[in-house]
């Protein structure tokens, strides 16, 4: 009875501590303020790496449009050669055709030529073979001066007709082959544009294909970029609704706290525990505080009754450790690992009963964690009691 009497009589004492320290009340939430932060740091870091996917696609799009813009320059150009060569094709054509032309002229010509010089060959010929009448001879048989005079001028425009219908067809022909070595030259040039335009058009259709394809490219990470926008913007809002919640969370807490250092509190005397009770307090201690020294397992146990006898939480053992979100094993799975094997150690099994039997080494606190820059309460082992 003096040993019950003593650990009330530190209960007490740890009450009135807990009631005077500043605040105290309000560090009972830190654990869900701690993620409600941590919650709005990272929707933060989501929305910044939406905003600079966002402005990704912005410069991704002006850059495509600078693209696009490019596109229709070399589109224009592609044309203008295009045109350009197929009236260089056109005039090599007509070029064709005149050559055509001025070597079937040049042959009529070469062949006239080659024919009034047969002409004029085989009457010489001629005039010898048949041994006719010659020059001197036909002036000698003249009867009279004006005969003769006659006579030298037909042989003298003989002659002189020969030599201009010979010296006639001979420029033609020369008119001829000039023509034609010019009509050559010209296609030579048209030859030379045409390939000269054929690279050109090569070279606009190669830059119109890179382009194209870097288009298709801006495309494709844009829509990847789009994607990553929208996964983004879920993320966003599913963010959103976790800090909804844990803001709810946290004022529940902030509620519960306060009304916990100012509610009316059960004596362990009128709670009565099961064996179920232990067994299930006692894996817990093991799953929060397994690794802990005695103290820190007792003190596990402690709050969990402090809970119980509290009027803010459940006044059961399974009912405070069952409560949503309160204890991580339960959430996690591992409790009802521990409680299959029984995994509770001996330590683990006293620290149940001292808690039970209403002592406590952390006043009237209802949390715990692991410690934290700038949260009060009591430390024991790797937690923080508060």
């Given at each position: ?127 010898y073979e048949k041994k006719s009448i010659s020059y001197l001879e036909a002036i000698l048989s003249a009867d009279s001066l004006g005969e003769i005079l006659n006579m030298t001028e037909y042989f003298t425009q003989m002659a002189s007709y020969d030599q201009e219908m010979l010296a006639s067809y001979k420029a033609a022909r020369e008119a001829v082959e000039e023509k034609e ?206």
């Open positions: 009875m003096k040993k019950m009497g003593k650990r009330r009589l530190i209960a007490g004492i740890l009450v009135l501590v807990m009631l005077t320290v500043p605040g105290l009340g309000v560090n009972a939430t830190s654990d869900t303020r701690e993620k409600l932060e941590n919650a709005k740091e990272e929707r933060e870091a989501t929305e910044n790496q939406k905003n600079a996917q966002e402005e990704n696609i912005t410069n991704m799009e002006e850059a495509q449009s600078g693209l696009e813009g490019e596109l229709n320059s070399l589109n224009s150009q592609l044309a203008e050669v295009s045109n350009n060569l197929e009236e260089i094709e056109n005039n090599i054509i007509a070029k064709n055709e005149e050559i055509a032309t001025t070597q079937a002229e040049l042959e009529e010509a070469k062949a006239t030529e080659e024919r009034q010089y047969l002409c004029l060959k085989k009457r010489i010929q001629y005039s070595a010019q009509l050559q030259a010209d296609m030579d040039q048209l030859e030379e544009m045409q390939a000269s335009a054929e690279a050109e058009h090569d070279r606009f259709s190669g830059l119109i294909s890179q382009t194209q394809s870097s288009i298709s490219a801006y495309s494709d990470q844009i829509a990847t970029a789009e994607a990553q926008v929208e996964a983004l913007e879920a993320q966003m809002a599913a963010q959103d609704e976790n800090i909804e919640a844990l803001q709810k969370q946290l004022e529940e807490e902030i509620r519960k706290s306060r009304l916990a250092a100012q509610s009316s509190w059960r004596d362990i005397s009128e709670v009565t525990f099961t064996e179920d009770d232990r067994y299930l307090l006692a894996n817990l201690i093991y799953c929060e505080a397994g690794g802990e020294p005695y103290e820190g397992q007792v003190a596990v146990g402690a709050v969990v009754i402090n809970r119980v006898l509290s009027s803010v939480f459940p006044n059961t053992v399974s009912g405070v450790i069952y409560q949503s979100r309160q204890f991580e094993p339960v959430s996690t799975g591992r409790l009802a690992l521990a409680l299959a094997e029984n995994r509770a150690t001996d330590s683990c099994y006293r620290a149940a009963d001292e808690a039970m039997s209403g002592y406590s080494n952390v006043g009237t606190c209802v949390f715990f964690r692991t410690p934290i820059p700038g949260l009060e309460g009591i430390n024991i082992g790797g937690h923080v009691f508060y």
